[in-house]
């Protein structure tokens, strides 16, 4: 929850689509399991890659752009990242690459058991008073 976008019942969503998160030995392989990657066509020489794959728990999907959407309004990194790919590949396109990102900061947070870069303490600690109440 030290994450801006990510409330209590965001971060209880993600968990359970998550489960252990032990059994993914890289960042990549939980952004693969939320299908967050690019599906890849290979045929030869030929490597293509095209859209999302979106294999995996939709509900995953969902909460992880809905919280992207929030984390570039609140943290300077994500936002200059999200700006610098919308000017390459698009608003949808960089909001999902931000989606993937997330997961990517999610799955580091919780192996490390560490807060994120960007943590802005007042709006941590305003969710953590909601969720007692």
Do not use: C, W
């Not at 965001?10 to 489960?19: D, R, T, V």
């Not at 294999?55 to 943290?75: C, D, F, N, Q, W």
């Amino acid at each position: 929850m030290t994450i801006p976008g990510i409330n209590i019942y965001i971060a209880s969503g993600i968990l359970g689509e998550i489960g252990d998160i032990n059994r993914f030995r890289t960042k990549e392989q939980l952004a693969s399991y939320a299908g967050l990657v690019p599906r890849q066509d290979q045929s030869g020489k030929t490597d293509r890659k095209g859209h999302i794959t979106k294999e995996g728990p939709s509900m995953l999907r969902y909460l992880l752009v809905i919280s992207a959407h929030t984390v570039i309004k609140y943290s300077k990194k994500m936002k200059k990242k999200y700006l610098s790919l919308v000017r390459r590949i698009g608003k949808n396109r960089a909001i999902v690459a931000i989606a993937r990102i997330l997961a990517e900061t999610i799955f580091t947070i919780l192996k490390k058991n560490a807060d994120f870069v960007d943590e802005i303490i007042s709006l941590t600690e305003k969710k953590l008073r909601k969720m007692i109440e």
